[in-house]
């Protein structure tokens, strides 16, 4: 588990994608660099529910739409 972990690390410290994790909980989990601006983001949002954000994004009902996702449901 401890590889697997390293191993997702390293690919999302190397990847130039904004990428977001979250849980079911819709909890950050893990974030790339390049989303940091977009969510506005600091590395201790880790654990920290994805509703508390403020977004630079238009999106109306962020957590509901993550929600949808999470859940397989069409957004």
């Known amino acids: 588990m401890t590889e697997v972990n390293t191993d997702l690390s390293n690919v999302l410290t ?3 994608v904004p990428l977001a994790m979250v849980g079911r909980d819709l909890k950050i989990r893990r974030f790339t660099q390049t989303i940091e601006p ?3 983001l600091l590395p201790s949002d880790v654990g920290r529910p994805i509703a508390d954000l403020k ?4 999106v109306a009902d962020l957590p509901e739409f ?3 996702i999470v859940n397989g449901d069409s957004p």
């Not at 977004?55 to 238009?58: D, H, L, M, Y």
Request: glycine share 8%; hydrophobic share 40%; net charge negative.
């Open 14 to 16: 190397s990847i130039d």
């Open 55 to 58: 977004p630079n994004i238009g």
């Open 38 to 40: 977009v969510l506005n």
């Open 66 to 68: 993550l929600r949808e």
